[in-house]
């Protein structure tokens, strides 16, 4: 088996998160993480399929998983924890404890070969977190993200159902959070990381996606964050793309950006952020930066001034250097 990770881009990844697909790529590249696609993939399914047909749901996933495992695969790592969630499902359903032979023939009557054995797939976000580790990724910053206040939402399934997932705490996970502190950034109190966003329901009942939505952006803008931070393409699509629905729904403006995590660790770890696809977030993420800077600004002048207080002499205003005793101040 190969110790590059097969990777599965899922179709959000090619289409409409495209920018999680190349900061993924970046992010793993600096970090040292191999990445390798898994050959001919194809989509898993994600979650519409297992409201059609469970066995063809079952199919659809583990026709990626003979994929990854014919090219030698041990690991499958994806981004998206809905792709997650249909390749872990696939696989538990036919290895698991819950495994029959009936859904086993089923799948295998709809692939038209034999399933494949079992193979274990993780989220991108784990791979970061436990193959890298928050105190690597710390040591290899080199645009710390100081004075950015960053709320994490995990979404509703990178975690979820705990037995399935076996990753981090499926009430307040905190994977997010220490890469994002050692990349410099301030963690604010978000109470909300794991609670509903809508996510499918902004197209049968958009009136669901906004309340659900907007709760969550209130959220992280009392908690004083200056960005809501996603691991899921659908949460940011609500979050980002459609906030203008959300704000009028909800008679707010908020206007906070939306970044994946590995967009703003690819910035820490100094990546172009050509590589990194900020353009295409619909709320951009400068403002939130420019914010932080200045507030880092404020508190180092303050810092500054305690300082020349503490030691008998005026501070500095606007780089201007105190008057000297001997010298008439101009």
């Known amino acids: ?181 050692a990349c410099g950034a301030t963690v604010v109190d978000f109470p909300f990381k794991t609670e509903c966003c809508g996510a499918a329901f902004a197209m049968p009942r958009l009136d669901i996606m906004q309340r659900l939505s907007a709760r969550i952006l209130d959220t992280a803008q009392n908690a004083g964050a200056d960005c809501v931070v996603v691991a899921c393409p659908l949460c940011q699509m609500n979050l980002d793309l459609r906030r203008g629905q959300v704000n009028a729904a909800s008679g707010q403006d908020i206007r906070m950006p939306v970044p994946y995590f590995t967009q703003l660790l690819g910035l820490a770890l100094g990546v172009e952020e050509t590589k990194l696809g900020l353009a295409k977030l619909v709320l951009p993420l400068a403002p939130a930066l420019e914010a932080a800077n200045r507030r880092e600004q404020a508190l180092a002048a303050e810092r500054a001034a305690k300082a020349a207080a503490k030691n008998g002499k005026p501070a500095a205003q606007n780089g201007a250097q105190p008057c000297k005793e001997d010298a008439p101040c101009a």
Not at 41 to 61: E, F, R, Y
Not at 95 to 124: F, I
Request: with cysteine; proline share 9%; net charge negative.
């Open 1 to 181: 088996m190969s110790a590059t990770l097969g990777y599965y881009p899922g179709c959000s990844q090619s289409g409409t998160a495209a920018e999680y697909d190349i900061s993924t790529r970046a992010c793993c590249q600096a970090l040292g993480v191999e990445l390798a696609d898994v050959p001919d993939w194809t989509c898993c399914g994600s979650t519409p399929a297992h409201t059609v047909d469970h066995h063809l749901a079952g199919a659809l996933a583990a026709r990626n998983l003979l994929q990854a495992e014919a090219a030698g695969f041990a690991r499958v790592t994806t981004p998206c924890p809905s792709c997650l969630a249909a390749l872990k499902t696939a696989d538990a359903h036919l290895h698991g404890p819950g495994a029959n032979e009936t859904y086993r023939a089923e799948v295998e009557r709809l692939l038209g070969r034999p399933v494949p054995g079992p193979v274990e797939s993780v989220s991108v976000l784990q791979v970061l977190f436990e193959q890298v580790g928050p105190e690597a990724i710390k040591k290899r910053v080199k645009r710390p993200l100081t004075g950015l206040r960053v709320a994490p939402y995990y979404g509703c399934i990178m975690n979820r159902p705990p037995g399935l997932m076996t990753f981090d705490d499926p009430e307040n996970p905190v994977a997010m959070d220490e890469i994002l502190a």
